[in-house]
């Protein structure tokens, strides 16, 4: 229980360490034209079962044109494309000193919301675990008192 509960700690601190670099660095606004959707079928193979099994999965992404500045050389981007849709309009931060750092506009929403989510999870977990520590340990007790 103990390393899921630390497992589950330093992903909300490596969430949240990446969502403040990208809030306090990626300062910079590009507007940016959701270009193309696509499902690509990817052939996979599953080396763990017996035979070496074939399949296909579907990944959707999405192609993003960028309005360039100068800095931010980067004409197009793709993305997952689960929160986009072709011709929606978004707006882009770079980091000024790094201009290969930066997010789109509603990820950096779905970061926090994970962050927030990883915390509320830990929290409730290590109160479940020192609740069953804490019977588990009375039961314990009562037992070598002999009760």
């Not at 034209?33 to 080396?47: G, W, Y």
């Not at 993305?79 to 201009?99: C, H, T, V």
Request: aromatic fraction near 12%.
């Amino acid at each position: 229980m103990l390393v899921l509960e630390l497992a589950i700690i330093i992903s909300a601190v490596f969430t949240g360490i990446n969502y403040t670099n990208c809030k306090n660095n990626c300062t910079e606004p590009l507007d940016a034209v959701v270009t193309s959707v696509s499902e690509d079928r990817i052939l996979t193979h599953n080396t763990k079962s017996t035979g070496g099994n074939y399949k296909y999965i579907t990944e959707t992404t999405a192609t993003i044109s960028v309005t360039t500045d100068g800095i931010f050389n980067e004409k197009t981007i793709t993305s997952d494309a689960q929160y986009f849709k072709k011709g929606q309009e978004l707006r882009i931060y770079y980091d000024p000193g790094n201009p290969s750092r930066y997010y789109i506009g509603e990820q950096l929403e779905v970061t926090r919301k994970t962050f927030i989510a990883l915390i509320v999870i830990a929290a409730l977990w290590l109160t479940a675990c020192t609740a069953i520590s804490f019977i588990v340990f009375k039961h314990y007790k009562k037992y070598k008192m002999g009760e």
